[in-house]
T-cell receptor
Framework: DAKTTQPNSMESNEEEPVHLPCNHSTISGTDYIHWYRQLPSQGPEYVIHGLTSNVNNRMASLAIAEDRKSSTLILHRATLRDAAVYYCILSPSPHYGGSQGNLIFGKGTKLSVKP | ETGVTQTPRHLVMGMTNKKSLKCEQHLGHNAMYWYKQSAKKPLELMFVYNFKEQTENNSVPSRFSPECPNSSHLFLHLHTLQPEDSALYLC?????????????FGPGTRLTVT
């Protein structure tokens, strides 16, 4: 399985944008990029996913490099409730016979938000 | 209730006990998952069920026995556990395996084996 590399921790100030990087240099052409986050004492929460194009939803934006070897999760205005561990995960495309269910979580990036 | 619920939220059991963890999803999903999260370790996928059929057993010891009687319920039966099995056990669901990248997690059961 293709692996991802994320910084162990990052800090942000409240109401400022946060850019969380993820490197996945061994990504295959059919792998999707998923982001989850886990708040303290809770189960992980789906944030966003994409394949090639940048994606936006109500929680965040996902910027995918043209060569797909890296991606960035963007929180446009960090709040204290965004303090969590953020996971970048690759999974194979179902359209090529892969099962997207086999998510392999790494250690993630622990985001701290300062008031 | 909505989302994914898990009971009990906390469980303490001895190594000779038999207990079961329960997961229920109210999202109309067809795929369900068990994960284990040990202290300071990444989440580990244990089992995957799709339309009640087990599709993945990630080399989990036989002292963990899953059961999926229908698409809404998932159980994890525990027997003769070891102290190193103490962890947070998380259940998740997705529409199906094709949409398995978008999983919805429950709050977890904190298990302590004494």
């Amino acid at each position: 399985d293709a692996k991802t590399t994320q910084p162990n921790s990052m800090e942000s100030n409240e109401e400022e944008p946060v850019h969380l990087p993820c490197n996945h240099s061994t990504i295959s052409g059919t792998d999707y990029i998923h982001w989850y986050r886990q708040l303290p004492s809770q189960g992980p929460e789906y944030v966003i996913h994409g394949l090639t194009s940048n994606v936006n939803n109500r929680m965040a934006s996902l910027a995918i490099a043209e060569d797909r070897k890296s991606s960035t999760l963007i929180l446009h205005r960090a709040t204290l409730r965004d303090a969590a561990v953020y996971y970048c995960i690759l999974s194979p495309s179902p359209h090529y016979g892969g099962s997207q269910g086999n998510l392999i979580f790494g250690k993630g990036t622990k985001l701290s938000v300062k008031p | 209730e909505t989302g994914v619920t898990q009971t009990p939220r906390h469980l303490v059991m001895g190594m000779t006990n038999k207990k079961s963890l329960k997961c229920e999803q109210h999202l109309g999903h067809n795929a369900m998952y068990w994960y284990k999260q040990s202290a300071k370790k990444p989440l580990e996928l244990m089992f995957v069920y799709n339309f009640k059929e087990q599709t993945e057993n990630n080399s989990v010891p036989s002292r963990f026995s899953p059961e999926c009687p229908n698409s809404s319920h998932l159980f994890l039966h525990l027997h003769t556990l070891q102290p190193e099995d103490s962890a947070l056990y998380l259940c998740a669901s997705s529409q199906d395996l094709l949409a398995g990248g978008e999983q919805y997690f429950g709050p977890g059961t904190r298990l302590t084996v004494t």
